[in-house]
């Protein structure tokens, strides 16, 4: 809890067993109130071990991808009641201390979004991004920004705090369920106006932090150039789209999130029990 607001971080996980308990002894336990973690199909000890660490865990039966990996964090974060959230990957590249700030940032009341960007304070190719992917983070940064009329120091990092207005408010099921989700969810949050932060997140790059290849991440930056086009086109009324689009059926919710309580099931995940005791 903090200013009276009820803070819970969402961890998106795939393969996450060797990092998720190191990212998880990290967050300040004194500002969060819940910690969920998310499976997709994880083909490691994932859900164990997230059971046995006390967290709220829902598991994917079947691969369904990074975007869609976030529609159910956000939509059993909503289910928690959650003011602020924090969605974190569990692989341990970026800083779980920095929750207590980005949270904070949100629960003044001034930021709607906050992100943890690894080039403010030049800590990315410190951290071991590797340089390919630095020079491809400028460059869509850089024609992001003048598509969108906007002035980010990056649109790509994982780490992000946001209100609850903006994931009731956001059209996130027209999102695709793929890596570029996260790149279509700050274009609309610009679209529909909600003020943006950042601060300086240093990041870590080794062998069991998750990272996509060579070939998604070309697939990642055409995504890219496709959605800032298309938030152009639809700036200068050219194109219709459900991308910014305000129908209702098209955001997360109760018609999306449905529980049957006694099953403790919803329509994208199923809930694991958790052991805290270990």
Known sequence: ??????????????????TLER??????????????????ASSDNTVELSSQLGLRTFTHET???????????YLEALKLDADIIIMLHPDYQYDPRLVTAMSAMV???IFDVVLGSRILGSTALRGGMPFYKYVANRILTLFQNLMLSAKLSEYHTGYRAF?????????LLANSDDFVFDNQVLTQAIAFEFPIGEISCPTKYFPEASSINFRRSVVYGIGVLATSVLYRLWRWRLVKTRLFSERP??????????????????????????????
Request: net charge neutral.
């Open 1 to 18: 809890m903090l200013h009276g607001k009820k803070v819970v971080v969402v961890l998106p996980a795939y393969r996450a067993e060797k």
């Open 23 to 40: 990212t998880v002894r990290e967050i300040p336990l004194d500002v969060v109130d819940e910690i969920v973690l998310v499976d997709d």
């Open 63 to 73: 691969n369904l991808g990074y975007g869609a990996n976030q529609k159910t964090c």
């Open 107 to 109: 629960a003044s009341g």
């Open 163 to 171: 209100s609850r207005r903006v994931l009731e408010t956001l059209p």
């Open 249 to 278: 059926t098209l955001r997360l919710g109760s018609r999306y999130y449905h529980q049957d309580e006694r099953s403790g099931r919803s329509e994208a995940g199923h809930e694991v029990a958790s052991n805290p005791s270990g």
